[in-house]
């Protein structure tokens, strides 16, 4: 590897290079020999998000739940609800479906 990056003219930054780690974090994921997972604290902040009546809230609250999506079966299924309520030409109306949704 570090052959290839002489080769391409490229160097390291030693400050920012994580070598023998078990384990990295990186872009909201935990990388180990285990393979990828989701880093708990963005997992958290999604658990502890507060419900809003403002589409551009809820908006940011699914892009950061389908930026997991990989690792929640049937996601599109399950947030299908609150997806409904950022289009442009629907109310916003927070139904029994949509609170079943966020919970989820």
């Known amino acids: 590897?570090?052959?290839?990056?002489?080769i391409a003219n490229l160097k390291l930054n030693p400050t920012k290079c994580n070598l023998f780690r078990r384990e990295v974090g990186y872009l909201g994921h935990i990388i180990s020999a285990e393979g990828v997972r989701?880093?708990?604290e963005k997992i958290s902040a999604v658990e502890n998000w507060s419900r809003s009546e403002e589409v551009h809230q809820l908006r940011s609250f699914l892009g950061l739940c389908m930026y997991y999506r990989?690792?929640?079966k049937g996601i599109s299924s399950i947030a299908r609800p609150l997806h409904n309520l950022t289009e442009v030409k629907q109310k916003f109306l927070w139904t029994e479906e949509?609170?079943?949704a966020f919970g989820n």
């Open 1 to 6: 590897m570090l052959e290839k990056l002489k």
């Open 38 to 40: 989701t880093d708990p």
């Open 98 to 100: 949509c609170e079943e």
């Open 70 to 72: 990989k690792f929640v």
